[in-house]
């Protein structure tokens, strides 16, 4: 049995929720999975931050408020945030990082991910940031170190598609791929069909914690920028950078536009792609785009995601699933360490 001691680095919905999955469900994922999670440190710019190599209470932890400086209320905890500290002193095994997407540079992310891989400590991220601008440097460093550097969150939460791609799907030669990858966007659209306002329709989607700290990412289409370079980079070997793909969001689209839809049997959906031509030159954009009922993302409402991989020996391959939402997005922070488990499984037995 192992334990891996836990740094979260941001504690917004997405690390609060990993902090309660771990609350709930650490005897079975200890009888089940060959693990637990201790908690042995936060952080948060507006919490504050608190270190305990023992480890945390965590329902102490997870009933702490929203409210600034919140942390400075559990035993040995303070309103500042003491990121570098948190990072390098909690005696952490891993640092799972869920701060905010900055879709200009990844930063401040990729630099607590840098402090980690660097300090020997693998990383966990559900973070667009780090990924789009900076996946092979902080995969390089990791390796250096010999630790991990994990990121299956970035895209479509929960919904594991970057590892079906990289694994199962790695032998039928994969050319490219669109899908709905933004859970806000996909959201208001489907709320519009309903009668609901865009206004409307992107308040209830920031309550129910879908939609980035500032939702223009989500309906101008930069939030699905991000994670067609990670996918692009990831599946089809391009080098892409998010200023490569051209994007267009769905603030344009009328009401009027969206009645018309329906009425001709067809949704707009705002959709990300990329496509390897056969001389291995790759080309992705983002754009809304008139989907008619019989194509297979078509009836893919609310913050639900899809995707469609275009592969060569299977033609399309489909997958739906949960692409936004604090439970949903936190399991795939865990899922990240089932995969840094295994590794050092397979190391061990090497
Ligand atoms: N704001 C994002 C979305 C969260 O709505 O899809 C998941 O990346």
């Not at 095994?93 to 020997?120: K, R």
Request: glycine share 10%; proline share 4%; charged share 20%.
């Amino acid at each position: 049995m192992s334990e891996y001691k836990v740094a979260l680095i941001g504690f917004g919905g997405v690390n609060r929720a990993l902090a309660q999955l771990a609350a709930e469900n650490n005897p079975r994922w200890r009888r089940d999975l060959g693990f637990e999670l201790r908690i042995v440190g936060v952080s948060d710019l507006y919490l504050g931050s608190v270190i305990s190599q023992a480890g945390l209470n965590l329902d102490e932890l997870c009933a702490i408020p929203a409210e600034s400086g919140a942390l400075a209320r559990v035993p040995g905890g303070s309103s500042k945030p003491f990121t570098e500290e948190v990072i390098t002193q909690s005696g952490a095994d891993i640092v799972a990082e869920a701060t905010f997407t900055n879709p200009v540079d990844g930063q401040p992310a990729t630099s607590y991910c840098e402090l980690a891989l660097n300090a020997g400590i693998s990383v966990v991220t559900t973070n667009k940031g780090p990924v789009a601008f900076h996946a092979p440097r902080l995969r390089s460093r990791a390796a250096e170190r010999g630790v991990e550097f994990e990121f299956e969150g970035a895209v479509m939460s929960g919904t594991p598609v970057i590892r079906l791609a990289k694994e199962a799907l790695a032998g039928a030669e994969i050319l490219g791929f669109e899908g709905i990858l933004n859970g806000t966007s996909n959201f208001v659209l489907s709320g519009m069909e309903m009668g609901l306002s865009f206004d409307e329709a992107v308040k209830k989607a920031q309550q129910l914690g879908y939609a980035e700290a500032d939702p223009t990412a989500d309906v101008e289409g930069h939030d699905v920028r991000l994670k067609v370079v990670i996918l692009a980079n990831e599946l089809l070997g391009a080098s892409l950078r998010p200023a490569d793909v051209a994007c267009k969001g769905i603030t344009g689209l009328t009401q009027q536009s969206i009645d018309d839809a329906t009425v001709n049997n067809a949704r707009w959906k705002l959709i990300g792609s990329a496509m390897k031509s056969p001389d291995g030159v790759v080309t992705a954009k983002v754009e809304p785009l008139l989907v008619p009922q019989s194509n297979a993302l078509a009836s893919v409402g609310d913050a639900v995601n899809a995707i469609t991989f275009k592969t060569r020996m299977l033609g399309d391959v489909t997958v739906r699933g949960p692409g936004a939402g604090r439970v949903e997005t936190a399991y795939a922070l865990l899922a990240d360490i089932i995969s840094i488990h295994r590794k050092k499984l397979a190391g061990e037995q090497k």
